[in-house]
């Protein structure tokens, strides 16, 4: 409505409001023909959901759930959706009528979803009078004084209750609300007659309906925490019965009857529910809506288990009782001007009995009346006769009219519930018992097994539990987590496989960079973008740990006399390669701290200790170093990437690697091997000179990070380096009694933390690539033709 007078600078806020507002349950929602529109009877296929229970709750997600495109099954044990809210058509002679056996008031219409709904579809809400006449046990009105004072007196008694709890505080979670009120009653209240006892009991009867449960069970601390939640505007009955509202919910919603779930498992793949006869149900995500009474019960086996704080919050949580007997007369004969009546009882135990009738003469289409039945009497009514029902209240009813001249006839139908023996239900509605708290509601709530099992039902709402407003609004609210969840996981799915998909570029780029160092001390190598010459600017810093190297394995050394194949030694050395452990760690630091970190006197030691305590940085994996670094590494790559392949401009001497493009994309690495007769190992110490693949060097003089002495059988090949390159390393190749000892931390071997080592000297790398290197890991991948005539790839 308002759409054309937003500046196109909000109107992305507005969209953002507006997607928001929707798939949250706030707007949009029900069965308006617009509505409608966006709901298809077969999923879009995002996602598979399985929803166990067609009640408010489970149909009104499942509607929600294939507005979003997702694919819904609904599993329901009984014949009919609805649940616990069960409009009966009643008829007999030539009256048909319905009757709500189940949830029947709209409490409040205020933002009440139910009553949008009802709206909608035109459905028409009649307002409950607040008119409520009590009679007495000979069927005499109360009188209207006696009444007024007694209700005024229960109402005081639960602003007592009110400040008791208050100033006992957590000890009040251990008091039940029916021990106060009784306790109050006998020491404030004046001496009572056995009328105004009736009637103080009466309304003891009228919490117990309100709550669905004993005030003896009723915790003083919380019990009526939800109040301040309560819908505004008038408690209404929708005209027609409340199962007109589920039948539109049900419309175009796969639902299959008669499925009794018997086990629900879930875990990182999905879910499956398992029902009756060992049918399963798998799908990606499940919602249970089954009422408190069931996961009470243990009915429904979850594999895993359900964590325990879940089913601590099932067990401390309340679940109450309300029976109903629905009677069907061939005519009116309570009258047209009142809703409700109330009737006393003199037992307490049985002050819940047929203590309440309600009129639904103005909206079952015919004269339907209906006695309610709270509290303890509620529980004894389950195994009550029916007959027996019927007859005590048509006694009531009798004593009632009959004094007045009416005749009271007999029902031409009757329908009496057991709402607690009905294995979907075992009971009505939830309350918040001793020992419990609003949190427990909370905790119902929650979903487990990373997003895949979700929970709704009146039960799982802090705000509206008891009501179907509640149930309704907590399938909602379920459908808009279970879309959360689905989007974080199809996002952090991409996320993944981009990652996956690009890991082998970003960790080859990162090893190409680390070639060429800009700056180098111990077991650190840094790179930085030299055009930024912002002492502030970021560097990456890499840490090069090495481990102990492997004994060569005895036994199997060759002979002195034994021919040596170019295929043979390069093997060899592969087998050296394959023996070192080497890890690598980054992070990074400012231009600045790299200086500073070069200048700590003490060795790798203490720069490593002056890294981490003194500037307080960890070190990290590749995958680790997050989005900031991408950003340096990717202005390294592309200020690199300006400058031209430097040659060198000199022939390099006999034995010398020749100079090639860093960029080239095969990394390949070549070395000469000296020779100075014909025979490969005719010397102990020839010298092999190593020059790194691109290096802006070019000189006569070879410049080596390392002594390496390669031993073969009783041969060997000296690498011969330059005094600050690090310690000497000893290679024994297949056999040899020489001992290899530990390789010292240094640039020169260096390797990621789950790949096959590389061997450096100077810039220059050789790296086995046969042991199956990740995209991370060896710097370059030399070919396997070792040509001892002069030159090894």
Not at 36 to 56: H, M, N, P, T, W
Not at 124 to 129: A, F, S, T, V, Y
Not at 784 to 790: E, F, I, Q, T
């Amino acid at each position: 409505m308002f759409l054309d007078v937003v500046p196109s600078h909000c109107v992305k806020l507005l969209d953002s409001a507006y997607k928001y507002l929707v798939s949250h349950g706030y707007i949009n929602f029900g069965v308006a023909p617009n509505v409608k529109d966006r709901i298809f009877s077969e999923g879009g296929g995002k996602l598979s959901v399985v929803v166990v229970g067609a009640g408010l709750s489970g149909l009104a997600a499942a509607r929600q759930l294939m507005s979003f495109g997702y694919k819904v099954t609904v599993l329901e044990g009984r014949k009919r959706p609805g649940g616990r809210v069960y409009t009966k058509k009643m008829e007999g002679g030539n009256r048909v009528a319905a009757a709500d056996l189940g949830g029947s008031v709209l409490t409040g219409t205020h933002g009440n979803p139910l009553g949008i709904l009802a709206r909608q579809l035109s459905y028409p809400l009649h307002k409950i009078r607040d008119k409520c006449p009590l009679y007495r046990l000979d069927g005499k009105l109360v009188d209207a004084g006696v009444d007024a004072k007694v209700e005024v007196a229960f109402n005081q008694l639960l602003d007592k209750a009110s400040q008791l709890r208050q100033l006992m505080g957590e000890v009040s979670q251990d008091v039940s609300l029916g021990a106060a009120l009784e306790t109050f009653w006998q020491v404030d209240g004046s001496p009572a007659n056995p009328e105004e006892m009736s009637l103080f009991n009466w309304h003891l009867a009228n919490l117990e309906y309100a709550n669905a449960g004993l005030l003896s069970r009723l915790s003083l601390a919380f019990w009526d925490q939800d109040d301040p939640y309560d819908m505004g505007g008038d408690h209404c009955f929708l005209q027609g019965g409340n199962g007109r509202l589920v039948q539109a919910l049900a419309e175009n919603v796969s639902i299959q009857y008669e499925k009794t779930v018997n086990a629900i498992r879930y875990g990182s793949d999905g879910v499956q529910v398992v029902v009756n006869g060992g049918q399963v149900f798998e799908g990606d995500v499940a919602l249970c809506t089954v009422p408190l009474g069931v996961l009470k019960s243990g009915s429904i086996k979850f594999t895993p288990e359900l964590p325990q704080r879940k089913l601590d919050g099932i067990k401390r949580l309340g679940f109450g009782l309300l029976n109903k007997v629905a009677m069907l007369f061939p005519h009116l004969f309570w009258g047209t001007d009142l809703d409700m009546f109330g009737h006393l009882s003199e037992d307490p135990s049985r002050r819940g009995e047929f203590f309440l009738f309600y009129s639904y003469a103005t909206v079952a289409g015919g004269p339907v009346l209906m006695a309610l039945v709270a509290g303890e009497a509620a529980h004894s009514f389950e195994s009550m006769p029916p007959t027996d029902a019927v007859t005590r209240i048509l006694q009531i009813l009798r004593g009632i009219y009959e004094p007045q001249g009416i005749e009271v006839p007999e029902p031409i139908q009757t329908v009496c519930t057991r709402w607690g023996s009905d294995p979907f239900s075992l009971g009505s509605y939830s309350n918040v018992a001793v020992g419990s708290s609003g949190d427990d509601y909370d905790i119902l709530a929650e979903s487990v097994g990373d997003g895949r099992l979700f929970f709704a039902g009146e039960a799982t709402t802090r705000r509206y539990p008891a009501t179907m407003h509640g149930a309704f609004l907590s399938g909602l609210r379920e459908a808009a987590n279970i879309a959360h969840y689905a989007t974080n996981r199809a996002s952090q799915a991409k996320v993944e496989k981009k990652s996956s998909k690009n890991s082998h570029s970003c960790a080859t780029l990162l090893a190409d960079l680390f070639r060429e160092p800009d700056l180098e001390f111990g077991s650190f190598s840094v790179i930085y973008t030299k055009k930024n010459a912002d002492d502030k600017s970021m560097a990456v810093l890499r840490v090069v740990f090495s481990g102990p190297v492997k004994k060569a394995q005895e036994g199997s050394g060759s002979r002195p006399d034994q021919q040596h194949s170019n295929n043979l030694l390069f093997q060899q050395l592969q087998s050296h390669f394959n023996q070192q452990q080497e890890l690598h760690v980054y992070t990074l630091l400012s231009r600045e701290q790299v200086f500073e970190l070069r200048e700590v006197k003490g060795g790798d030691e203490m720069r490593l200790n002056y890294l981490c305590e003194k500037l307080g940085v960890k070190l990290v994996g590749r995958k680790g170093l997050g989005p900031a670094a991408d950003d340096v590494i990717s202005s390294i790559k592309a200020e690199r990437s300006k400058r031209k392949p430097a040659l060198t401009s000199s022939t390099p001497k006999s034995g010398t690697l020749k100079p090639k493009s860093v960029m080239k994309q095969k990394l390949v690495r070549k070395a000469k091997i000296l020779r100075s007769n014909n025979s490969p190992f005719s010397s102990v110490n020839k010298e092999m000179v190593v020059k790194a693949d691109g290096s802006n060097e070019s000189s006569s003089t070879p410049q080596l990070n390392h002594n390496v002495e390669v031993k073969v059988g009783s041969s060997s090949f000296a690498f011969n380096g330059s005094p600050g390159g690090g310690g000497p390393v000893k290679l024994v190749v297949n056999g040899g009694n020489d001992s290899v000892p530990s390789v010292s931390m240094g640039p020169g071997l260096i390797t990621d933390a789950n790949c096959s080592p590389s061997l450096s000297v100077g810039s220059g790398v050789i790296s086995d690539n046969m042991q199956g290197v990740s995209a991370h890991d060896g710097d370059l991948v030399p070919t396997s033709n070792a040509k001892l005539d002069g030159e090894m790839q």
